[in-house]
C-alpha cells in the first residue's frame, strides 16, 4: 500500500493494530484500489467459464474499446492488467472484506489489540459492541481464545487474525487479566454485528471552526456525516476543515450523497460516461446539512477516487477551497460483477468529470509510475529533504498537470488552491525504522500509559506535551532493547518523535479523535485552513 505521508506510516506501522471485525483488511483494500462501485449484478459460477464470462463482461461493459480476441487463453489477471490499473479480480475473501467494510458493519466482538511483550492487549472497545458489553476493557490482557494460548508464545500475525471473527450468535470463550488485578478470569463474549461510523473524528478545533475527517466512502457516510455536522453546529460550528487526505475512496453514491451535503439545489456534482455507459448527470437537493458555512477541504496525494469526486465540486462550483497537495487522479467508476463462489470483478465501466468537464485520471504509462515510484520509495526512505518540494515539480511538469486555467480541464488530479510543501523535517531513515519496530507504541503503552491517565490526558490534551525527562526515559527504553541509536538523526527527529508519542497516548485513551486532536495541533495543512477561513 502507498504512504506517502508521515502519519500514514505512524498509523499503519506503530500501531499493528488489528480491529477484530475484519476491518483492517477491508481498509488496506480498499485504499490500495480506490474502488467505487455503482451496482452489483449476480453471475452464475462455473471455474471452466469464468475467463469467458469475464471477457464477455468486458466486451459488453468496459469503459473503452479492447479487442478482447487478443486477450483469450490469457490468465484472469493477466487478462486485466492490459486493462487499467483499478480493474481487478477479487477472490472471495477480497470481495466480502471490501463489502464489509465500505458497508460498516462487521461480524465479531468489536476490539483492537497490540501485541505488546508477546502479549495481546486492547486498545480499544467499540462501544456497545459485543466485547464492551461482555466487560473487556482498554488495557486488558488478553491471555486465551477459546483453547488457544495466544499470549506469551510469540505466535504469527495467520495465527491471530480472525480468531474473535465469526457468525453473529456464536461465543467465544476469553481469558482476560484486567489491569492491576492479581488472577486472570474467563469470560464469554457473544459475537454479534459490529457498527462502525465512517468518520474518524468530528469535533471543535475552536470556538466556530469544526473538523471532521473520513477516511472512506462507506455506505451511511453521508448520513454520519449529517449527523457529526448537527452535533457540531450545536456546539457553534460557522466554518468546516473536511479532512479527505489518505482517502481512498469507497461507494460512488456517497462521495455524490456527501457533496449534496455542502450545496444548494441543482448544482450539477459530477458526470459519469463511457463506451457502454451515456452520460449520466448527478445534481444536488438542496438538503444537506452544511450549505452555507465556510469550507476548507484538505487533500493530498492519496486523496482518490470519491473523495475527489466531492473535492472536485467543491473546487468548480466554488463552494469552499482546497487545501493540501495534488490529489491522486483516479477518474475511474467501476461496477462489481459478483460471481456464484463469492469472487467479484471490478470492472472500469466510465469515466467521471468535474462540474466544469474535468477528467481527474492520471496516466497509467509505466514511464510515470516508474518515476512515481521512486518518488514514493526516496520519501518512505527519509531520503527526501530540501529537494522533495524541486522532485514532485519535476514530476508534475512531466505530466502536464500543473495548470493554472481549469478550463484547460488538467488530468492528474485535483491540485489545490492552497498548496502546502510537504514537511520532512526529521524523518529519516533512524525515525523511520523505529516506527517500523514499533517500538514508539511500545514505549506508549510500556511507559507512557502509567505515567500519563486518561483523565489527565483529556482534560489537557491541548496543552500538555511529552516533556525531556520522557524523551530521556525514551532512549533508555531504547538501549533497553539493544537498539543502535544514531545520536544526529535521534535529535533531529526529536520534535517528531515527541508529537508521535502524544498522538498514539491521546489515541489509547481517547481513540481516533483523541489522534487527530493532537495530530492536528503541528499540522501545517490544518494551520492554512484556519488561516484561510479567517
Same mark, same amino acid.
Given at each position: 500500500?502507498?504512504?506517502?505521508?508521515?502519519?500514514?506510516?505512524?498509523?499503519?506501522?506503530?500501531?499493528?493494530?488489528?480491529?477484530?471485525?475484519?476491518?483492517?483488511?477491508?481498509?488496506?483494500?480498499? &485504499?490500495?484500489?480506490?474502488?467505487?462501485?455503482?451496482?452489483?449484478?449476480?453471475?452464475?459460477?462455473?471455474?471452466?467459464?469464468?475467463?469467458?464470462?469475464?471477457?464477455?463482461?468486458?466486451?459488453?461493459?468496459?469503459?473503452?474499446?479492447?479487442?478482447?480476441?487478443?486477450?483469450?487463453?490469457?490468465?484472469?489477471?493477466?487478462?486485466?492488467?492490459?486493462?487499467?490499473?483499478?480493474?481487478?479480480?477479487?477472490? $472471495?475473501?477480497?470481495?466480502?472484506?471490501?463489502?464489509?467494510?465500505?458497508?460498516?458493519?462487521?461480524?465479531?466482538?468489536?476490539?483492537?489489540?497490540?501485541?505488546? #511483550?508477546?502479549?495481546?492487549?486492547?486498545?480499544?472497545?467499540?462501544?456497545?459492541? $459485543?466485547?464492551?458489553?461482555?466487560?473487556?476493557?482498554?488495557?486488558?490482557?488478553?491471555?486465551?481464545?477459546?483453547?488457544?494460548?495466544?499470549?506469551?508464545?510469540?505466535?504469527?500475525?495467520?495465527?491471530?487474525?480472525?480468531?474473535?471473527?465469526?457468525?453473529?450468535?456464536?461465543?467465544?470463550?476469553?481469558?482476560?487479566? +484486567?489491569?492491576?488485578?492479581?488472577?486472570?478470569?474467563?469470560?464469554?463474549?457473544?459475537?454479534?454485528?459490529?457498527?462502525?461510523?465512517?468518520?474518524?473524528?468530528?469535533?471543535?478545533?475552536?470556538?466556530?471552526?469544526?473538523?471532521?475527517?473520513?477516511? &472512506?466512502?462507506?455506505?451511511?457516510?453521508?448520513?454520519?456525516?449529517?449527523?457529526?455536522?448537527?452535533?457540531?453546529? =450545536?456546539?457553534?460550528?460557522?466554518?468546516?476543515?473536511?479532512?479527505?487526505?489518505? #482517502?481512498?475512496?469507497?461507494?460512488?453514491?456517497?462521495?455524490?450523497?456527501?457533496?449534496?451535503?455542502?450545496?444548494?439545489?441543482?448544482?450539477?456534482?459530477?458526470?459519469?460516461?463511457?463506451? +457502454?455507459? $451515456?452520460?449520466?448527470?448527478?445534481?444536488?437537493?438542496?438538503?444537506?446539512?452544511?450549505?452555507?458555512?465556510?469550507?476548507?477541504?484538505?487533500?493530498?496525494?492519496?486523496?482518490?477516487?470519491?473523495?475527489?469526486?466531492?473535492?472536485? =465540486?467543491?473546487?468548480?462550483?466554488?463552494?469552499?477551497?482546497?487545501?493540501?497537495?495534488?490529489?491522486?487522479?483516479?477518474?475511474?467508476?467501476?461496477?462489481?460483477?459478483?460471481?456464484?463462489?463469492?469472487?467479484?470483478?471490478?470492472?472500469?465501466?466510465?469515466?467521471?468529470?468535474?462540474?466544469?468537464?474535468?477528467?481527474?485520471?492520471?496516466?497509467?504509462?509505466?514511464?510515470?509510475?516508474?518515476?512515481? +515510484?521512486?518518488?514514493?520509495?526516496?520519501?518512505?526512505?527519509?531520503?527526501?529533504?530540501?529537494?522533495?518540494?524541486?522532485?514532485?515539480?519535476?514530476?508534475?511538469?512531466?505530466?502536464?498537470?500543473?495548470?493554472? #486555467?481549469?478550463?484547460? &480541464?488538467?488530468?492528474?488530479?485535483?491540485? $489545490?488552491?492552497?498548496?502546502?510543501?510537504?514537511?520532512?523535517?526529521?524523518?529519516?531513515?533512524?525515525?523511520?525504522?523505529?516506527?517500523?519496530?514499533?517500538?514508539?507504541?511500545?514505549?506508549?503503552?510500556?511507559?507512557?500509559?502509567?505515567?500519563?491517565?486518561?483523565?489527565?490526558?483529556?482534560?489537557?490534551?491541548?496543552?500538555?506535551?511529552?516533556?525531556?525527562?520522557?524523551?530521556?526515559?525514551?532512549?533508555?527504553?531504547?538501549?533497553?532493547?539493544?537498539?543502535?541509536?544514531?545520536?544526529?538523526?535521534?535529535?533531529?527527529?526529536?520534535?517528531?518523535?515527541?508529537?508521535?508519542?502524544?498522538?498514539?497516548?491521546?489515541?489509547?485513551?481517547?481513540?481516533?479523535?483523541?489522534?487527530?486532536?493532537?495530530?492536528?495541533?503541528?499540522?501545517?495543512?490544518?494551520?492554512?485552513?484556519?488561516?484561510?477561513?479567517?
Amino acid at each position: 500500500m502507498k504512504k506517502n505521508t508521515r502519519n500514514n506510516i505512524l498509523i499503519a506501522s506503530s500501531y499493528s493494530i488489528i480491529l477484530i471485525a475484519g476491518m483492517f483488511l477491508g481498509i488496506k483494500f480498499i &485504499k490500495d484500489q480506490g474502488f467505487g462501485v455503482k451496482k452489483s449484478t449476480q453471475l452464475a459460477e462455473n471455474s471452466d467459464e469464468k475467463l469467458n464470462e469475464i471477457l464477455h463482461i468486458i466486451n459488453g461493459n468496459y469503459v473503452d474499446d479492447i479487442n478482447t480476441d487478443s486477450l483469450q487463453n490469457l490468465p484472469i489477471d493477466s487478462v486485466l492488467h492490459q486493462l487499467d490499473p483499478h480493474s481487478v479480480y477479487l477472490p $472471495p475473501t477480497d470481495a466480502q472484506d471490501m463489502t464489509d467494510n465500505l458497508e460498516g458493519n462487521f461480524e465479531g466482538v468489536g476490539i483492537e489489540y497490540y501485541m505488546l #511483550n508477546d502479549t495481546m492487549m486492547v486498545t480499544g472497545v467499540v462501544k456497545d459492541g $459485543p466485547a464492551y458489553q461482555a466487560g473487556i476493557k482498554l488495557g486488558d490482557k488478553i491471555l486465551s481464545i477459546d483453547t488457544a494460548i495466544v499470549s506469551g508464545r510469540n505466535l504469527p500475525k495467520d495465527q491471530l487474525t480472525g480468531r474473535f471473527k465469526g457468525k453473529s450468535g456464536t461465543g467465544v470463550s476469553v481469558v482476560l487479566l +484486567h489491569p492491576g488485578a492479581s488472577q486472570s478470569n474467563r469470560i464469554m463474549v457473544t459475537r454479534g454485528k459490529v457498527n462502525i461510523s465512517s468518520i474518524d473524528a468530528a469535533y471543535m478545533i475552536n470556538n466556530e471552526t469544526g473538523y471532521v475527517r473520513i477516511s &472512506k466512502f462507506g455506505a451511511n457516510t453521508d448520513n454520519d456525516f449529517a449527523a457529526a455536522a448537527n452535533n457540531l453546529k =450545536a456546539k457553534g460550528m460557522k466554518k468546516l476543515i473536511l479532512d479527505l487526505r489518505d #482517502n481512498g475512496g469507497g461507494y460512488f453514491t456517497a462521495a455524490t450523497g456527501l457533496a449534496d451535503q455542502f450545496l444548494g439545489e441543482n448544482k450539477l456534482i459530477v458526470y459519469t460516461q463511457g463506451k +457502454h455507459e $451515456p452520460r449520466t448527470d448527478y445534481f444536488s437537493t438542496g438538503t444537506g446539512s452544511f450549505q452555507n458555512g465556510k469550507l476548507a477541504v484538505l487533500i493530498n496525494e492519496n486523496t482518490a477516487s470519491a473523495s475527489e469526486i466531492v473535492a472536485g =465540486a467543491i473546487q468548480d462550483l466554488g463552494r469552499g477551497i482546497i487545501v493540501g497537495r495534488r490529489s491522486f487522479g483516479k477518474g475511474l467508476v467501476q461496477e462489481q460483477f459478483a460471481f456464484g463462489d463469492g469472487s467479484a470483478l471490478n470492472l472500469t465501466i466510465a469515466r467521471y468529470y468535474t462540474p466544469s468537464g474535468r477528467s481527474i485520471q492520471k496516466s497509467y504509462k509505466k514511464g510515470y509510475d516508474a518515476y512515481k +515510484h521512486e518518488l514514493d520509495e526516496r520519501m518512505m526512505d527519509g531520503e527526501l529533504t530540501g529537494d522533495r518540494t524541486s522532485f514532485q515539480d519535476s514530476i508534475e511538469k512531466t505530466e502536464g498537470v500543473i495548470q493554472h #486555467n481549469r478550463k484547460a &480541464k488538467p488530468v492528474g488530479g485535483i491540485q $489545490p488552491d492552497v498548496f502546502v510543501k510537504l514537511d520532512t523535517t526529521g524523518y529519516n531513515k533512524f525515525y523511520t525504522g523505529l516506527v517500523n519496530k514499533k517500538v514508539l507504541s511500545d514505549y506508549v503503552f510500556n511507559v507512557l500509559t502509567n505515567r500519563y491517565s486518561a483523565s489527565f490526558v483529556e482534560q489537557n490534551i491541548n496543552i500538555f506535551t511529552i516533556n525531556d525527562n520522557d524523551f530521556k526515559d525514551f532512549i533508555g527504553f531504547l538501549q533497553r532493547k539493544n537498539i543502535t541509536i544514531d545520536r544526529f538523526q535521534l535529535y533531529n527527529s526529536k520534535n517528531v518523535i515527541l508529537n508521535d508519542l502524544k498522538a498514539l497516548l491521546c489515541r489509547y485513551y481517547l481513540g481516533d479523535v483523541g489522534y487527530y486532536k493532537a495530530v492536528n495541533q503541528n499540522d501545517n495543512a490544518v494551520r492554512q485552513a484556519l488561516l484561510n477561513l479567517q
